[in-house]
């Protein structure tokens, strides 16, 4: 989706709840971000030091490893909240009504079968590193510079667990809109077109004018 976000806001329950949860999936983006964006100074500064002063930085592969489910995971909930992942559109987009609601729960509720089972293991991963009977309550480190791995691991089941909850909010709108066969319901993302996509592109323009 591209502009601004495609998701309505009322009054209702359902609305507040992910007017609730955008705030955290916003931070989560953010540091996601953040660590993208640190991890160009890191390469920038280990390619320098080995050209220079024949002194790369020491652990630099263990400092992508820690920073991995940062860049790769922490901003997924935000991004399934504005419609941002890649989708069938043009199947989905002639689809209407009902039929579109239906397909879309559906599909929400199978992702969300999916991701509880990856919580489950997840965190089951995260309880095999994690032992305060250890130095840094660690069973397992990084190769180079020994870092504790289990604060990473902990970070999928805690952005899995937040996208789950994001899931459970978008298949009570996709099931409300099937119910009361709504054009236009909230907490959901609804399909722009390309002329819709090409005016919020156009305004978001603008504003940063």
């Given at each position: 989706?591209?502009?601004?976000?495609?998701v309505?806001?009322?009054?209702s329950?359902?609305?507040?709840l992910?007017?609730?949860?955008?705030?955290?999936?916003?931070?989560?983006?953010?540091?996601?971000?953040?660590?993208a964006?640190?991890?160009?100074?890191?390469?920038?500064?280990?390619?320098?030091?080995?050209?220079?002063?024949?002194?790369?930085?020491?652990?630099?592969?263990?400092?992508?490893?820690?920073?991995?489910?940062?860049?790769?995971?922490m901003?997924?909930?935000?991004?399934?909240?504005?419609?941002?992942?890649?989708?069938?559109?043009?199947?989905?987009?002639?689809?209407?009504?009902?039929?579109?609601?239906?397909?879309?729960?559906?599909?929400?509720?199978?992702?969300?079968v999916?991701?509880?089972?990856?919580?489950?293991?997840?965190?089951?991963?995260?309880d095999?590193?994690?032992?305060?009977?250890?130095?840094?309550c660690?069973?397992?480190?990084?190769?180079?510079?020994?870092?504790?791995?289990w604060?990473?691991?902990?970070?999928?089941?805690?952005?899995?667990?937040?996208?789950?909850?994001r899931?459970?909010?978008?298949?009570?709108?996709y099931?409300?809109?099937?119910?009361?066969?709504?054009?236009?319901?909230?907490?959901?993302?609804?399909?722009?077109?390309?002329?819709?996509?090409?005016?919020?592109?156009?305004?978001?323009?603008?504003?940063?004018?």
């Amino acid at each position: 989706m591209a502009g601004a976000s495609t998701v309505l806001e009322d009054s209702s329950v359902l609305s507040r709840l992910d007017r609730a949860l955008l705030p955290i999936e916003q931070v989560m983006a953010l540091l996601s971000g953040l660590a993208a964006f640190s991890l160009m100074f890191l390469a920038a500064y280990s390619v320098a030091g080995r050209e220079f002063f024949e002194a790369p930085l020491m652990g630099y592969v263990d400092l992508i490893e820690m920073l991995m489910p940062l860049i790769a995971i922490m901003g997924v909930s935000y991004v399934q909240r504005n419609g941002g992942h890649i989708r069938m559109d043009i199947i989905i987009g002639a689809m209407r009504g009902r039929l579109l609601w239906l397909v879309e729960l559906i599909m929400v509720v199978l992702i969300l079968v999916l991701m509880i089972a990856l919580v489950w293991g997840a965190w089951a991963h995260f309880d095999r590193s994690f032992d305060c009977a250890r130095p840094f309550c660690s069973r397992d480190s990084s190769i180079d510079i020994s870092l504790p791995i289990w604060p990473s691991k902990l970070l999928v089941p805690i952005a899995f667990a937040v996208l789950c909850a994001r899931l459970v909010l978008q298949a009570v709108g996709y099931a409300r809109a099937f119910w009361l066969n709504l054009e236009r319901p909230v907490a959901v993302p609804l399909i722009q077109s390309v002329a819709a996509q090409a005016r919020a592109e156009a305004e978001a323009l603008d504003g940063a004018d």
